[in-house]
């Protein structure tokens, strides 16, 4: 929730990042946000070291947190989508204590698998990070897809 | 929640019931239904078409009624590991309408997938159905991990 100074326009060139401010774009059915930049509206999922660290760990995570882990890997799943023309659909598990599950499923395919914790302090350092693990995410389950294509094909 | 008169003792000799009976004693920490019999266990997930009917479908999902599909689908995962030795993970998301998805993953395998729809009226007519429905995902995931073992055993 800081960051926004060192806005580097090539972090924005990901499609990743470009599936994430469009899912955002999409919600915003009466225009409110029209004229926000690209890094207000993503800024939330920016959260630095020491801010982490000042957060605490007790009660329930956030469910605005949860609702950003969630688009996080919805825009994990449409980048996946449009790079490989197979839809991707996530589901999510996550505990009270912020731990948990998420998956993104590709026909028979569980294309990417990641067990979460600290749900509570999600986030990322900065735009380039964001970008970095969204991609990282992308590529993983593209290249099981491309590894088994029958199951993803199912 | 009827229908104990004619407890069958075949459907108890399904490797389902007794993986879902399983489940719910080992719940039992403190004894408090040991005594109880396995159809009595069991007989709230027994629903016939009549007490279906009377049913409302206003507002969510009573929370045992979500607990009851969960354990169906742990028991179809449970009855899985016993019969392959894989590990079948249950993912679950309903909205609070009654519909959502669910998935039984085993390896990188989506081994079962299921919509769901009128989560509300979750139950079946008698024992005998509750076992048949029970084994028949068990068989539909057996037969895929068995296509695609590779993958089951990522």
């Not at 060192?6 to 060139?13: M, S």
């Not at 009466?30 to 959260?47: C, H, M, N, Q, T």
């Not at 698998?113 to 509570?120: G, I």
């Amino acid at each position: 929730m800081t960051a926004l100074a060192e806005t580097p326009a090539d972090a924005f060139d990901s499609p990743f990042l470009q599936s994430l401010v469009s899912l955002i774009r999409a919600e915003d059915s009466y225009g409110a946000w029209e004229k926000r930049s690209d890094a207000r509206l993503i800024e939330d999922f920016i959260v630095t070291r020491a801010e982490k660290r000042a957060m605490p760990m007790m009660a329930d995570p956030d469910p605005d947190t949860i609702d950003r882990v969630e688009k996080f890997y919805k825009a994990v799943g449409l980048t996946i989508e449009k790079r490989c023309g197979l839809m991707a659909s996530p589901m999510m598990k996550i505990s009270h204590e912020g731990f948990g599950r998420v998956v993104l499923l590709v026909g028979r395919l569980v294309a990417f698998s990641k067990s979460l914790r600290d749900v509570h302090r999600f986030g990322f350092e900065d735009f380039e990070t964001l970008a970095a693990e969204g991609m990282k995410a992308v590529d993983q389950a593209i290249a099981l897809i491309e590894t088994h294509p029958d199951v993803a094909k199912i």
